[in-house]
């Protein structure tokens, strides 16, 4: 191989950032996660709010659930939207929350792109 080939490629290889994907940390069980949470409550999932329509299915990317009891925070409403994963937030998708049962949700306000009172 010439110099300048040689050149290039060490010069391509030292100038390129590695490309990683990405990845969500895990920031400990949900006891030490709750501490950082706006919102935790006792909650049923009503159902699922569909986004936008893929081929023959609803993506869901948001649920509306019922506020059972509030164990931290403060919220008037008995309904909320929350809103999950997009394929790229490290959030639990919706879908593996089940219609009618109850769960402990750690939830926090949305950004700008959500309602003001929406969460996720």
Do not use: Q
């Not at 159902?47 to 869901?60: A, R, S, T």
């Not at 409403?77 to 109850?102: H, M, Q, S």
């Amino acid at each position: 191989m010439s110099f300048k080939r040689i050149s290039l490629i060490i010069l391509i290889l030292v100038c390129s950032k590695p490309l990683w994907p990405c990845s969500c940390d895990w920031i400990g069980p949900f006891l030490k996660m709750v501490k950082g949470s706006e919102l935790v409550v006792r909650a049923k999932v009503l159902k699922y709010f569909p986004y936008k329509v893929k081929g023959n299915y609803l993506d869901h990317k948001a649920m509306d659930i019922e506020i059972m009891e509030i164990l931290k925070g403060e919220e008037v409403k008995k309904t909320i939207r929350v809103w999950g994963d997009d394929g790229a937030l490290c959030r639990p998708y919706v879908n593996e929350f089940t219609i009618g049962k109850t769960y402990i949700l750690a939830l926090y306000k949305g950004n700008e792109n959500y309602e003001e009172d929406d969460y996720a």
